[in-house]
């Protein structure tokens, strides 16, 4: 069976989700046509901010009953994915159940989302390329990009920065037995929280408001949908202040933490005892970074060399650059080329010939949404952030 037969338009995977992309995109370009966003380097920033959005919508559907954190001071209950609180940060002495879903849901996830966002990509374009993913194989490629000339393969190895957890607020304090007497309930607790679908519930934004949502039901499926998806002057406020908060944790990210140190302890992989540094953001982690150019060269070897019109491209696709690791794992990479020893025509001396079409570089494409990579000037054109924010509207100064 070959790739494209089992490949699936993020549309026809999940429609809500693309449909919620969408929207967004058309928030995008309001605020770049209104010079809310001035560049493509905020617009990659604002990119990042739409995945992990996005992200956090997926993983709220998988919400339960039981294990949410309430928090006396913000007299609110989270369903957290890391051992913080969402509202304080790093709370000492606390139990937190944490609900992130297996690395493999986790996967497909990431994979849909940077489907639908390059799909929007295309669409805004007009690049003529389209978009397919496998969300489901466990084969060589997680995502397909072609038009009529070119098929661009693509091994996806993304995380978020930052998880907008599901929440509900209470009017008045929670309260718990001492003896006799009722009392309110003065330090973080494992609660559980009863009838979530006739329930007020939001997504909580670290010093923002908190973002209203639905939960809805159907049959055996449980999904989220955003309340003012369909205001398109709403929905354009909150893009901002997610994209704000999301810049503000980039910027601490990016700087070990040396800036915006408040905000590390709500963010993923921000180390012990809150969430481990395997699950750093992006393309961040070392073992993905390793595994990635591997695939990278597997998938050359196995489906390029092999077409004689030298039509296949492979990309290594992540929703954040590796700020952290770039320079000591991947810079080398920039302008490297690799052969087979078979394909050497002629040797003289110290110096050997090699067909050009033979010399492939370890990728033709490390696609990020805050900062890219190319090796194929077509690509460079169809899906640099610069294309984008041109296409949306904006004139870079």
């Known amino acids: 069976m070959s790739l494209y037969t089992i490949a699936i338009k993020p549309n026809d995977y999940n429609t809500r989700l693309s449909e919620f992309v969408s929207q967004l995109f058309n928030a995008l370009a309001q605020m770049v046509q209104r010079k809310d966003i001035q560049g493509a380097e905020t617009l990659g920033i604002m990119l990042g901010a739409i995945f992990d959005w996005c992200i956090s919508l997926l993983y709220a559907e998988k919400s339960a009953n039981m294990g949410w954190l309430y928090c006396p001071n913000a007299q609110m209950g989270f369903y957290p994915y890391i051992k913080s609180c969402p509202h304080c940060g790093r709370v000492e002495q606390t139990e937190i159940s944490v609900h992130k879903p297996p690395s493999d849901t986790i996967g497909r996830y990431t994979t849909l989302c940077l489907g639908a966002i390059l799909s929007e990509v295309c669409r805004v374009c007009q690049n003529g390329f389209e978009v397919r993913i496998l969300p489901t194989s466990r084969g060589d490629v997680d995502m397909l990009i072609f038009d009529a000339t070119t098929v661009v393969l693509c091994e996806v190895k993304s995380s978020p920065l930052y998880l907008l957890p599901l929440c509900v607020r209470y009017q008045r304090p929670l309260e ?44 055996s499926v ?176």
Request: charged share 30%; with cysteine; proline share 3%.
């Open 176 to 219: 718990t037995s001492e003896g006799d007497e009722l009392a309110a309930v003065a330090a973080h607790a494992v609660i559980t929280v009863d009838n979530l679908e006739s329930r007020d519930l939001y997504l909580h934004l670290v010093g923002g408001d908190p973002i209203p949502v639905h939960l809805i039901r159907e049959d």
């Open 222 to 397: 449980q999904y989220l949908s955003v309340k003012d998806s369909r205001n398109p002057d709403r929905l354009r406020e909150t893009l901002k202040a997610v994209g704000d908060t999301w810049a503000r944790m980039y910027v601490g990210y990016a700087s070990r933490w040396r800036e915006n140190g408040q905000l590390r302890w709500f963010t993923c992989g921000c180390g012990v005892p809150v969430d481990d540094t395997k699950n750093a953001p992006g393309l961040d982690r070392t073992d993905d970074i390793k595994k990635g150019v591997y695939q990278m060269l597997k998938v050359a070897e196995k489906y390029g060399r092999g077409c004689r019109e030298r039509r296949v491209r492979v990309a290594l696709l992540s929703n954040m650059h590796p700020v952290a690791h770039y320079d000591e794992y991947l810079k080398g990479f920039e302008d490297a080329l690799w052969t087979r020893e078979s394909d050497i025509q002629e040797r003289t001396g110290q110096t050997v010939s090699v067909d050009s079409d033979d010399l492939l570089p370890f990728y033709d494409m490390l696609f990020t949404l805050t900062q890219s990579w190319f090796r194929d000037e077509r690509l460079k054109q169809a899906f640099s952030v610069e294309t984008l924010f041109r296409a949306l509207g904006g004139q870079q100064e």
